[in-house]
């Protein structure tokens, strides 16, 4: 998955598996919030699009009752924290700082 945009969408990924037969690069994420120091137009931080509180509603569809709420909040911000608890095949290792044209 190359060159596409991803903008306001309420979950970047979505998954039932581990399993990733797919590459994603050169994206453009509109909840990427990396930085791009040498200014050549890639993020300089790899993007994780899959977020854990996706695949904990795919597994349990009711958990989008708490979708604003102050502890999805605090879920996503400790994903930054410790990506780790995240898949980590899923991930674009140069998202891109601007949207393509479309």
């Known amino acids: 998955i190359v060159s596409n945009n991803f903008i306001g969408n ?5 998954t039932n598996g581990s399993l990733v037969l797919n590459n994603f690069d ?3 994420w509109d909840k990427y919030e990396g930085y791009d120091l040498d200014k050549n137009g890639l993020g300089d931080v790899p993007y994780h699009p899959l977020s854990l509180f996706a695949v904990l509603s795919e597994n349990n569809p009711s958990t989008m009752l708490l979708y ?5 909040t605090l879920l996503d911000k400790s994903e930054k924290i ?3 608890i995240t898949p980590d095949n899923f991930i674009d290792n140069k998202p891109l700082m601007k949207s393509l044209p479309l």
Do not use: E, K, V
């Open 68 to 72: 604003r709420s102050f502890m999805i």
């Open 10 to 14: 309420t979950f970047d990924m979505g």
């Open 82 to 84: 410790l990506p780790t």
């Open 26 to 28: 050169s994206n453009y």
